[in-house]
């Protein structure tokens, strides 16, 4: 098939490169989003996957709007076949969805209809899920809720946090991915329509919710750090300081709600439960570094509190 392949971020590279190397496909252009400021040098950065379009030689369309005419004219004369999607972060209009034969299928990663939106991952480990996946789906007008076409699973680790997660399921899906384009095209896979049951929703995660609140459970705040590492990232203040919190450790002890206590096993902060572990810090403007070199460089007053 010829095919147009969709997709901006790291996890959508495994898929790109999958289907570059297949032996049935030729991808004739990259959609991807516009080059952006990112980085500390606030340099103008290609996205991964059109980094990855340029190594090949393939074309690469970057519209602000797909709604552009310019697009569709760039997009109707490839004429491709199918256009698979993976995380490309921009709405497509009716126009754009009816250009290829085949349409446009998507690769999302979540069992579906569990997670439709654009934060599949980290709503899963917020929400304790033990097993996600990801499935394949004919994009059509809603909010990801076509027919699905195939599904792989994951277990979800108690290591894990989304970005671990996402890179396992950026791998299997993108030979989930493939070998549906090779069903659609072959006429021997058929989408079936999403149960009715089940639907939940998992929108952009905002900075703000990485904010730790200690007033919750253990478990709780295990999990949403978890969710949100690496991006938007977790954190709490400290006598005014902004901390970086990557995942911890949940302990037997009981400490008073947002309570810290340094010693020489470790930091431990008090939740609604039982204490949590604090194992890597990042101060504004620092690397991230073991809690205890944090701690013994803050020197913390008795008494100190996260909040």
């Not at 396992?168 to 549906?180: C, F, Q």
């Not at 730790?212 to 203040?237: K, N």
Request: net charge neutral; hydrophobic share 40%; charged share 20%.
């Amino acid at each position: 098939m010829r095919i147009v392949f969709a997709g901006t971020p790291d996890p959508a590279v495994p898929s790109l490169r999958r289907l570059i190397d297949s032996p049935r496909h030729e991808v004739v252009a990259v959609l991807t989003r516009p080059d952006a400021i990112a980085g500390r040098g606030r340099k103008v950065t290609r996205s991964p996957v059109g980094l990855l379009a340029d190594e090949h030689g393939i074309p690469v369309l970057t519209p602000h709007r797909t709604s552009e005419p310019e697009f569709i004219e760039q997009l109707t004369s490839l004429a491709p076949d199918c256009c698979p999607v993976v995380a490309y972060g921009a709405l497509l209009p009716q126009q754009v969805l009816d250009i290829p034969r085949f349409g446009w299928i998507n690769l999302h990663f979540s069992l579906l209809p569990a997670w439709r939106g654009a934060a599949p991952v980290q709503a899963a480990i917020d929400a304790g899920d033990e097993i996600t996946g990801a499935a394949t789906f004919q994009i059509e007008a809603g909010l990801d809720t076509g027919p699905v076409f195939g599904v792989v699973t994951e277990k979800i680790a108690v290591s894990d946090t989304s970005g671990t997660l996402l890179e396992k399921l950026a791998v299997s899906g993108a030979h989930l991915l493939e070998t549906t384009l090779d069903g659609v095209e072959d006429g021997t896979l058929q989408a079936a329509p999403q149960s009715t049951g089940g639907v939940s929703y998992a929108p952009k995660v905002p900075v703000e919710a990485g904010r730790i609140r200690w007033d919750q459970p253990a478990l709780a705040i295990s999990r949403r750090i978890r969710a949100v590492t690496p991006a938007p990232g977790a954190f709490t203040e400290v006598a005014g300081t902004r901390l970086k919190l990557g995942p911890v450790d949940m302990v037997e002890e009981v400490l008073p709600e947002g309570s810290i206590e340094v010693r020489k096993s470790g930091v431990f902060v008090g939740t609604t439960t039982t204490a949590v572990r604090l194992n890597h810090i990042q101060p504004q403007g620092k690397r991230m570094m073991p809690a205890l070199d944090w701690a013994r460089g803050a020197r913390l007053r008795p008494g100190a509190v996260a909040e």
